[in-house]
């Protein structure tokens, strides 16, 4: 989902709490939105990782498809 499609969804809504999950269980509410950073796809297969992981230093860029992402989070 880009930021496009979220703003155009979050605006046809009422003005309702935006929450994500919480590390086991429950919902946090969202309080950071960072700074468009380098994201690389497909990083991880183990299911126990998100898939994606941000840009670090020391990490091989040309293995890995690279866009610009945003973080939510609490």
């Known amino acids: 989902m880009t930021s496009h499609e979220l703003a155009h969804k979050l605006l046809s809504m009422d003005d309702v709490a935006v929450t994500v999950r919480g590390y086991e269980g429950g919902v946090n509410t969202v309080t950071t939105v960072a700074e468009p950073r ?3 796809l497909d990083v991880y297969e183990e299911w126990y990782y998100g898939k994606h992981e941000y840009v670090d230093e020391g990490m091989d860029l ?3 498809n ?3 992402a945003i973080h ?3």
């Open 72 to 74: 939510i989070g609490v």
């Open 38 to 40: 380098l994201l690389a």
């Open 62 to 64: 040309d293995a890995h």
């Open 66 to 68: 690279l866009i610009k």
